[in-house]
């Protein structure tokens, strides 16, 4: 009898329940239902650190591939905070080997993003036999073209800036759409090009609001009303993107507003005498139900890394390569960020149509 | 030949152009197109103010039942400024009596939401044949029992408490959506039974945050591990509603939070020490394609306007009474909120499923 | 202890969740999850025949609002069958009171459409205890404005319509899009309007083919080189209503189409050259996740049901009217239909901006 | 100053408009609003051979990014036909030339499927300068990785499957969903997968209908009472596909049903009792808003076609390979189609998972 246990880690997104469906099905068509056992861990790694877990059964996994979130619930476990002892003793890396031990697992199937990588890497360093799949509607995992969950959040920051452009083109306003990705810039870029945005910023290409504001004048004098920016979170101008880490840092977290959205807006009301307006769909780009393209993908990558348990081939993340799923050893992912290439073919795709990037 | 002019007022919604579009369409057919003359006035009562229109002919109608916003325009010109001379020495009211003859308009059809029909009024008042339609997400328009516009809304922040679910439930957070509406709260209301909602907070049921913590609380202790709140953005405490009219709007003004959903957050967090998150859709619930329900009740009413104007039965605003169109003379709606009772039905309803009101 | 049964009969739709939830949640608020147990009856009538029924907690109505189909199973059970004894001798209403009894019920909660109110009073006439909400697709029980179901019925059929749409302007093509509705036409009334359907044929109103294709050669000369129909399962000819009832069956039963929609398109084809397709989205219109106006209707007679089944107010089915909840004893419902008024305002609406009903 | 052609033919499909501005706003961009003029050929090849055309200005491109269908508008014309002089005697190659001389066009843009790119060919070797891009929800042009237009008709096909779902599980009826496709199976197999279906048939594997009977009874017996059939319209019995092609074509237009899934219908009905509806969406899955996935790539596409027409690279077909836009010699495609390969991955998930292909 096998035993496998699957835990979910960090931000949740479309897809994961998709993937985990795959996981089980192709597990339990293996083996027959009879020869292996799967082990929800509850809450990520919090759970695998407290001993918190199910046992799951067929009809656990019935039912769920249209579901958004994870059914077996998710949490952060800061990746630096995993070898700090934390306020009860408990050191967290030992703990989560005694209950690995403890429930006798053949092996862990990890579900997560960059950080849930890292932490994956640091267990089949210390022998845990471990196997990974990349979700993050971010799409900043190394050596995958494509997470699932994405599309999803592309799908919906898409149609916020669909809704937005018929109100923004009856006003004759300037709206800003605030995209979810800290970091990168993929969600903002691809909902930008497939809402028809006219300015997309993005943390890769910092940004000078005097372009920005030339581009938005341009349109005024070229009889266009109205104009939509689509602005992920971690956006960054030419003069904070210029300062050391640690200035940046602060000159971030003592913005006077709630976002960078805001203090674009006013930078464009200020300047142009537009009437700016800013939404910030949030935390509803993560959620829902996933759509058919993370379908499938939550599918393919949850048979390949079932397929890596049936093999015994651990340590290894699933990744979709030139369309192709592919199994890459966790070491050479952990730590590093996928961001987008201000040069690639998609930013130059952007740039020909005349969507203009701050620049 | 006749001549009709046409504007759109007051903040966009869906189905504005359904019902601009079943207006031309009724008046072509009754009058054929040789016998009536379309004129659109541009922005809403600005374009009558300065003059800006242009002559319409069918083809502008044609293709516009699905598009969200105005094909004429819009702008919000607030009915308390309507009698002020401008800093231009422009005085509203004879300008746009001036226009109006100028253009030789048989009639002016108005949609619009509370300010707009009580500007109708006015220029009612001076003499002009008006005949109008009730618009806005809000739903909050005296005499009638919907406006269109409000059921898109509805779809919308009821798609966002969907998806919120999901991440909700995989996170056990507690989450606020902050739904349109700083007076009334039909959109909250519904949206939140709508989208499951734990907790609804409207501007018409002023909340005491004790109880909405202790709302959270006993989820807690019967094992959900996250709440949702639907949270109008007018909704307000007791100890605020209390104040005398001036104190009120002080407090709010100098409320040190973005918007009041942030303010709640903090002290659910501050009270229960669950991680508590906001999400602001904003703008987006008045955007995109109309659904069914208002494409079909926004051509009844620009249906039912084309006749008034058809049988010369001025001053007067299509309304749905009982699921049956009729016409309210303008007089008897200017000035008018409809706000949602608060034992009314539907609120009962969502009582009785156990939705809390933070009472 | 309160015993409540409950059961869904007859086609599914969506809200029949939503409606199942409100009833339980209403129950189990009022009486306590301790004072009341909730029996689901198997698969509709079906289930109180065979005695197929399984114990409901709390938690088997947590997270259904959004469901389409119904978690009770539901099956046809042809009223004009149910005082038949079947082929294994069983006397289904014998059987049906003797399972009521054995279950210790003190009332049964029945949803479902014409059929199902039929016997529902057939049980009532028999001493049991019932309470009925009205669902159904087709809206056209008697003495309710709206059933559940209707509104997300034509959100699908007028999203099938909007794309159709696309298709016969970029083909230069007639599309038939056939839309669910034998013995009645608001389904295809209302998508019909939502979707822009240039002829709507419904069962209410005969058509004569010869005033169809004129309408599309007139269009065709206009200009316009593409027509949209959307023609009712149960649309028929002025010469096939004319004949007396059994001839009536008998030709269409004979009709040698797969339905009415390919006949008329054939009829099309034939007098006008025109490119004429089919397209039949079928089963697909009571599928799904229920509108979030159907969530709140669903919610709204669930709760009133609920409150019946509290006051032992029995023996009627709670209903839409003039959009306030109200209770009609249930033997002034059954057996009779609501049809689709011929000259009601809504279908003046569409004659008004120009669709024609093949008259 | 430049003059670009463009035109659509064959079958419409998502994304055309979004291709066609992606070209659009290149060339503009590129050699000014005033060093290009683009010459709209209406209704596809039989524009270019009758010589309707119009002058395009940066307007009509303006707005079309979301727009189902082609603002050029398309027609079937058989490639095999292309050599056939009309019964009017016109011979369609020679006019096509002649047209293209006469519009002095310095290069044709055209988008199309499998036909259209056999005629591009064609033009090309008479000497006309052509590019071409690859819609077709049929995802069967060879040298791409994916077609513009096949992601939108998977979101619709597995929305579809996706109600029909929870309609088979209320009922506990066999479903089968009919799916665009007579030649290659690839969005049934998509749409399969993320609809959750249990059994696909494609064209490329034929299958044994005792094999699809036997995993409906097995369903049956594990206690499913339900089962969810993705049919491709040109799905194959191996007895008809081991006839030769002359018989094969023979039998499968004398088949006494609408279509194949019809008859599966009918088979599984006969053999397992279990009731068995079919669903057809048709031409709905062709229509509508394309999803972001395929804005996204039809503007990539259409950038890098005008990308060509720039740098005077003929006679080649943009293409993804690899996640990269490619340009393809249209010689190296013309004629070719490509099937799903029948142990491709994709085909390889899905039965890994359970679902069957009836081999």
Not at 87 to 116: H, R
Not at 315 to 336: H, Q
Request: charge should be positive; aromatic fraction near 6%; glycine fraction near 10%.
């Amino acid at each position: 009898m096998k035993r496998i246990g699957i835990l979910t880690s960090g931000g949740d997104c479309q897809g994961l329940n998709a993937a985990i469906r795959a996981v089980a099905k192709t597990l339990y068509n293996y083996y027959g239902t009879d020869g292996v056992e799967i082990i929800g861990i509850i809450d990520g790694y919090r759970g695998l650190i407290y001993g918190e877990h199910r046992k799951m059964s067929p009809e656990n996994f019935s039912g769920i591939l249209t579901m958004g979130g994870t059914i077996l619930g998710t949490s952060r476990q800061p990746f630096k905070l995993m070898r700090v002892v934390d306020e009860n003793s408990v050191d967290k890396v030992s703990e989560m080997k005694k209950n690995y031990k403890k429930l006798n697992l053949d092996c862990l199937v990890i579900l997560g993003g960059n950080g849930t990588q890292k932490t994956a890497n640091l267990l089949r360093e210390e022998g845990l036999n471990v196997v990974s799949l990349p979700k993050t509607i971010d799409n900043d995992l190394w050596a995958t073209d494509k997470t699932f969950g994405f599309q999803s959040a592309v799908d919906i920051a898409t149609n916020v800036i669909d809704c937005i452009h018929t109100t923004a083109t009856s006003h004759g306003r300037v709206f800003i759409v605030e995209v979810m990705g800290h970091k990168v810039g993929w969600l903002t870029l691809y909902a930008g090009i497939a809402g028809g945005a006219d300015i997309i910023l993005i943390p890769e290409i910092p940004y000078d609001i005097k372009s920005v504001i030339k581009t938005i004048n341009a349109r005024t004098e070229s009889g266009k009303n109205f104009s939509i920016l689509a602005v992920a979170e971690g956006a960054i101008s030419k003069e904070l993107a210029a300062l050391p880490k640690k200035q940046k840092k602060a000159a971030i977290s003592e913005m006077a507003y709630p976002s960078i959205s805001y203090k674009i807006a006013k930078e464009i009301e200020d300047a142009t005498g537009r009437e700016t307006r800013v939404t910030v769909p949030g935390h509803f780009q993560r959620g829902g139900s996933p759509d058919a393209y993370d379908r499938v993908l939550s599918t393919r990558f949850g048979v390949a890394a079932a397929q890596l348990v049936i093999e015994k081939d651990y340590g290894k993340m699933v990744a979709l390569v030139n369309n192709r799923v592919a199994a890459v050893p966790l070491e050479e992912i952990a730590g590093k960020l996928k961001a987008v290439p201000i040069d690639s073919e998609v930013v130059e795709t952007a740039r020909k149509i005349g969507i203009s990037f701050g620049e």
